[in-house]
């Protein structure tokens, strides 16, 4: 492959990246992205105690807020995300080219750029690409570091930035710095100088990171979480729960197809043993590979070290993610750390490239491609809660005389529904009030909470009203009912 094709083909890769994450950015605020935008919205001074009652370290909010000092949209607070998720796949080609040539950088880079969880995270207003972003980056420089390709004092400084960065931005991120640490153990304890350089990174980054540390200890004394939630969308065997963990990583690969709609797998559920089959399938799989590539007689001493490298990236912080949710109850979603699933594709990649033909190569690039982009069409045509336009409607079809009832009213519906004067939650007494006028409930997904609350309001109905006409914005209906 020439260098003009070579060239040509990383640049191809960049537009697509870019070009799938600009796709849908005008869509409604979804799930948390709301929480993100009320904390950015704080002065500077007040983000860090407005977050004492959250679970995320402060640096995403902050260049949030700076991005808000502008006239902002959703597409343009989205844009921050698409950045990040654009730098993190040039991050990994440059990665990619010093660990397996050009060539694997380039198909790393292309399973990153087309990854429908990549690029779920790259469109959503919240900490995750963002903090995949400066925990690539900080592996990169790293590299750079351990093949000694530059100067040492940039790279090192880059180095702890980067890192410092990625903790600021996501505390799941410090397990990558415990998997660095794993690997520098292992195979660079013979490395003095190294070793002394490595250990000063370390205290700078801890200093770095000193001033929010009594942050962090309130958060965790405070913040609660939503167990119930945790505890419905588990994955159970028999009668024990072994978390969400493994639920999301499965929903990654396409083996849970329940996960996003949060809800639990019963031992009795055959879906389940299916899912279960798939994993344990494509994990003996890409163990068997990793074990081939790894025993590998073709390594050096020094090319076997960078074998396990991503392995470890991989495998570390997921190993210590279910050791907490088992120990303490730290949940960590898969899907909300890109940056495993980053180290994940690095570390296939370059074992495909050592162990199978390059007639397998493209044979296997070809399926995981089109599994991928056929899940991104699911992820494009999947609205969520489509509140502009269940605003919309709203809006056309209520008078005066109109009571918008919703089961509850989160920062995002109040967002969109700002301009609605007769806006009621079904829990205000305030609803008792408007049995002589038109309704329109505005209710959520099947969920356990909103299905209670629909069996209030159809209680509160009691057969004086009728339906008039049902709408669907995505999980949202709009239901319209008039008096009899």
């Not at 100088?193 to 250990?199: E, M, R, T």
């Not at 024990?240 to 019963?266: N, Q, Y």
């Not at 909470?449 to 999980?475: I, W």
């Amino acid at each position: 492959m020439t260098f003009a094709v070579k060239r040509n083909l990383i640049f191809s890769v960049i537009v697509l990246a870019i070009g799938l994450r600009l796709i849908c950015l005008d869509k409604s605020f979804q799930g948390d992205e709301f929480l993100s935008v009320q904390h950015a919205m704080k002065s500077v001074g007040d983000i860090a105690g407005n977050l004492l009652a959250d679970a995320h370290p402060p640096l995403y909010f902050y260049l949030l807020h700076a991005v808000m000092r502008f006239p902002w949209s959703e597409e343009i607070l989205r844009l921050l995300s698409v950045i990040a998720g654009v730098g993190m796949c040039i991050a990994v080609y440059m990665i990619g080219k010093r660990a397996m040539e050009k060539e694997g950088g380039l198909v790393a880079a292309f399973l990153v750029a087309i990854a429908p969880v990549t690029v779920w995270s790259s469109q959503y207003i919240r900490t995750y690409a963002t903090a995949a972003f400066f925990t690539v980056f900080s592996i990169y420089f790293l590299m750079r570091i351990m093949r000694k390709e530059a100067e040492e004092f940039p790279s090192w400084a880059l180095f702890v930035f980067f890192s410092a960065a990625s903790i600021y931005t996501f505390y799941f991120s410090a397990l990558v710095i415990v998997a660095e640490n794993v690997f520098v153990a292992l195979f660079m304890r013979e490395d003095k100088g190294f070793l002394k350089k490595w250990a000063l990174s370390q205290i700078f980054i801890a200093a770095l990171y000193l001033p929010w540390i009594p942050f962090f200890i309130y958060q965790r004394a405070v913040y609660t979480g939503h167990p119930q939630l945790v505890e419905r969308i588990g994955f159970y065997i028999g009668n024990i729960h072994i978390g969400a963990l493994i639920r999301s990583l499965l929903g990654i690969v396409g083996f849970d197809p329940r996960f996003l709609a949060k809800e639990a797998m019963s031992a009795h559920d055959a879906l389940k043993y299916a899912s279960l089959a798939g994993m344990l399938i494509s994990s003996l799989a890409a163990t068997l590979l990793a074990a081939k590539y790894i025993r590998s007689p073709k390594f050096t001493r020094d090319e076997r070290k960078y074998a396990y490298f991503f392995l470890i990236l991989a495998a570390v912080p997921f190993a210590i993610a279910i050791f907490l949710h088992q120990a303490v109850k730290i949940v960590l979603m898969s899907h909300y750390f890109i940056a495993s699933f980053v180290f994940l594709v690095l570390f296939l990649v370059a074992a495909c490239r050592a162990v199978l033909s390059e007639k397998a190569q493209y044979l296997l690039l070809a399926a995981v491609s089109a599994v991928f982009l056929s899940r991104l069409v699911f992820l494009y045509a999947d609205k969520e809660m489509d509140l502009k336009g269940a605003h919309a409607y709203a809006k056309a079809v209520a008078t005066r005389e109109t009571a918008i009832v919703s089961p509850s009213f989160g920062g995002s519906f109040k967002y969109y529904f700002y301009d609605m004067p007769n806006l009621h939650q079904l829990e205000d007494p305030d609803v008792r009030r408007i049995a002589d006028r038109e309704i329109v409930f505005i209710s959520y997904p099947e969920k356990l909470e909103s299905r209670r609350c629909h069996e209030r309001f159809n209680s509160f109905l009691n057969g004086r009203y009728t339906p008039v006409d049902s709408k669907k914005f995505g999980d949202l209906t709009v239901q319209r009912y008039r008096k009899l």
